[in-house]
């Protein structure tokens, strides 16, 4: 069993430069979102509020172009770490 999670942690993923884009804009549309939400619960306008679903749909798209580009690159990684997991 030892054995088999060390082999899960030999595999290496895959981290492009676009996927590390996305990566850096959804960790700033994050830190938007959280204060935006501060102020929200401060003020609770229609406009933040607007602005809030604004930002969670920008890193709803960020967080689905990086899964979609993480499983284009990785296709071999993540089918041997699938098939080591597998062995558990």
Request: net charge neutral.
């Amino acid at each position: 069993m030892q054995n088999t999670k060390e082999n899960l942690e030999l595999v290496k993923f895959n981290l492009t430069p676009s996927m590390s884009l996305e990566l850096i804009k959804f960790n700033n549309l994050k830190k938007e979102l959280n204060k935006l939400k501060e102020d929200y619960q401060q003020n609770k306008d229609k406009e933040t509020f607007s602005k809030i679903k604004t930002l969670q749909e920008e890193m709803d798209s960020c967080k689905n172009t990086f899964i979609k580009e993480f499983r284009l690159n990785n296709q071999d990684e993540i089918n041997k770490y699938l098939e080591i997991k597998d062995q558990f």
